[in-house]
T-cell receptor
Framework: AQSVTQLGSHVSVSEGALVLLRCNYS??????LFWYVQYPNQGLQLLLK??????LVKGINGFEAEFKKSETSFHLTKPSAHMSDAAEYFC??????????FGAGTTVTVRA | SQTIHQWPATLVQPVGSPLSLECTVE??????LYWYRQAAGRGLQLLFY??????ISSEVPQNLSASRPQDRQFILSSKKLLLSDSGFYLC???????????FGEGSWLTVV
């Protein structure tokens, strides 16, 4: 069964610092992996996705993620945090029947 | 382009009252449709999904039901709300043959 684990429920970074959100997956087959962002009181917005093409995936708002099969990881990064990056981030894996299994989420706060 | 709308955005209902949340997708045909719930401390939980008109699959036993009376319309209902039904409800869709699930704006339900 496919599932994801997000390490760290809260991450606090300074404005301009690196943002690193960790996600590990378990899957019996090469998965489709996703990162979504949720701003307060809003729905989820797709940041980026991995669908077995390039292992380094670039998304919106300057985020990128790297699929590492050997580490079963799909960590999300952004070189320089902006105040507008404060949100909750979800890693998700798509199951064979087109349903998503989500991690517990990581809340990012950005310090001025 | 495709869009998804759900309403109402916010709802406060007394215990024992009925519920109807609606979701409509535009710009696509025969999508997979999903209802997720996001409750405090419990992450994102898939409640129902549908692959076609009148076809509903329930993921978890609960006080809620779903219906799909038209190809692009998905309704979440309850005959009698419980306090535990409070949460943020998200409708989502997947293009037939695609691999990415997109989410609506969400509906806040508070049962009092």
């Amino acid at each position: 069964a496919q599932s994801v684990t997000q390490l760290g429920s809260h991450v606090s970074v300074s404005e301009g610092a690196l943002v690193l959100l960790r996600c590990n997956y378990s899957s019996s087959v090469p998965p489709y992996l996703f990162w979504y962002v949720q701003y307060p009181n809003q729905g989820l917005q797709l940041l980026l996705k991995y669908t077995s093409a390039a292992t380094l995936v670039k998304g919106i708002n300057g985020f990128e993620a790297e699929f590492k099969k050997s580490e079963t990881s799909f960590h999300l990064t952004k070189p320089s945090a902006h105040m507008s990056d404060a949100a909750e981030y979800f890693c998700a894996v798509q199951k064979n029947d087109y349903k998503l299994s989500f991690g517990a989420g990581t809340t990012v706060t950005v310090r001025a | 382009s495709q869009t998804i709308h759900q309403w109402p955005a916010t709802l406060v209902q007394p215990v024992g009252s009925p519920l109807s949340l609606e979701c409509t997708v535009e710009g696509t045909s025969n999508p997979n449709l999903y209802w997720y719930r996001q409750a405090a401390g419990r992450g994102l939980q898939l409640l129902f999904y549908s692959v076609g008109i009148g076809q509903i699959s329930s993921e978890v036993p609960q006080n809620l039901s779903a219906s799909r009376p038209q190809d692009r319309q998905f309704i979440l209902s309850s005959k009698k709300l419980l306090l535990s039904d409070s949460g943020f409800y998200l409708c989502a869709w997947l293009q037939g043959g695609g691999n990415t699930i997109y989410f609506g704006e969400g509906s806040w339900l508070t049962v009092v």
